[in-house]
């Protein structure tokens, strides 16, 4: 096996793939990154077990690929990255030395590795899922970050861990939760197709930072029973999907209210944001009082002090006292767009709903905390 390459590419593609690199794991095949060298091109794959990352890297002037001998290898990612990043040339010169034993080489830089057998490696599925619909790629980013930081970070409830993506009617609903707050996000799709799968939350994080931020104008997201792939030009990503049923959170979010807030969302974030170092065991409790045309936020703290703002917005509706965790609101503020938001509540321990004006197709709720006022 010989080859040579340019450094930039080559790191790029490395980096991208390092994200399915399972660093800890007790497979050691799964530590690195298997590289096949073929007549024109490489083909590299990197997975974890949950996702699992294959680039193609074609012979082209931007890369300057020259293969001279074809085989394969398979090296401890962390190490091979470190190695072509510090190696002192534009061009990086790859050669098998004795089975598994391999040279990198730039200009006065030479290293030389020990990898592992490329057989050890386990076979990945990269087949094509039967259902495959289109989604705008700015689309698919907000989809995700308007909805992931949502998800449980605690693994009691795995599916919980996740964002679920159910297909019907032609529309596309993405919903997470950790039973504390729910984000959902809405896509109208032109799609016959069906299906209800949940996605976990790393995996939808490291698409967004690999492949989604390489993709143009759309992404092909195709799915079947075990698995999600999004493929781009030589890029295939592709993560298992969560096992077990998704809870039914429709009857959750309220359609009737007795109040309404509306103010500017980003002063609605900022005044929030304000009282964060009143923190009582790690919960940020602010209160908020909409008493006539007055909306007062305060938070309490006994070991630190207190804070008071009124704010400048419109209530309409019943007067309302309510507590609530405001790093729960912070987070909602920021996966909304736009400048004004809705604030809607049912009443005092009732959960309430934060939406744009502008766009209504994203709805974040919170639970309200029992006020200790």
């Keep these: 096996m010989k080859f040579s390459i340019k450094k930039n590419p080559f790191v790029t593609a490395l980096s991208e793939l390092s994200h399915a690199v399972s660093t800890n794991s007790p497979q050691p095949s799964l530590r690195g990154i298997k590289i096949e060298v073929k007549v024109d091109s490489l083909v590299l794959t990197s997975s974890d077990a949950d996702i699992s990352i294959q680039k193609k890297i074609i012979s082209d002037e931007e890369n300057d690929l020259n293969v001279q001998e074809e085989g394969h290898l398979l090296i401890e990612a962390k190490y091979l990255l470190e190695i072509v990043r510090k190696l002192d040339s534009d061009h990086i010169f790859v050669e098998s030395i004795d089975g598994t034993y391999t040279q990198f080489k730039g200009h006065q830089a030479l290293f030389k590795i020990n990898g592992m057998a490329v057989h050890q490696y386990p076979a990945i599925d990269f087949n094509k899922p039967t259902i495959e619909i289109e989604l705008d790629k700015n689309t698919f980013l907000d989809l995700i970050e308007q909805t992931v930081f949502a998800c449980s970070k605690q693994e009691m409830k795995p599916v919980l861990t996740g964002v679920n993506f159910e297909l019907k009617n032609n529309q596309l609903v993405c919903t997470a939760t950790d039973s504390y707050r729910l984000a959902r996000k809405v896509v ?3 799609s016959q197709d069906q299906f209800n799968i949940t996605i976990p939350a790393k995996s939808l994080n490291d698409m967004k930072t690999t492949i989604l931020q390489n993709a143009k104008e759309s992404v092909f997201f195709s799915v079947d029973r075990s698995k999600i ?5 030589n890029m295939i990503f592709q993560s298992r999907i969560l096992d077990g049923d998704y809870p039914a959170t429709s009857q959750l979010i309220p359609t009737q209210f007795i109040t309404e807030l509306e103010m500017n969302r980003q002063d609605l974030l900022r005044a929030i944001d304000r009282t964060s170092f009143l923190r009582s065991e790690d919960v940020k409790e602010n209160r908020l009082q909409l008493i006539n045309d007055q ?8 070991e630190i002090g207190e804070s008071h703002e009124e704010l400048i917005a419109q209530h309409r509706g019943e007067n309302l ?15 909304l767009h736009g400048e004004k938001v809705l604030v809607q509540f049912k009443g005092m321990m009732k959960p309430f709903i934060l939406t744009s004006i502008d766009d209504p197709s994203t709805i974040q709720l919170v639970l309200p905390l029992k006020s200790n006022h």
């Design 188 to 190: 109208d799709l032109d």
């Design 229 to 233: 792939q999004i493929r781009i030009d």
């Design 295 to 302: 909306a007062i936020l305060t938070s309490r703290s006994q």
């Design 321 to 335: 006292d309510i507590s609530f965790d405001g790093s729960y609101v912070i987070e909602a503020l920021r996966g």
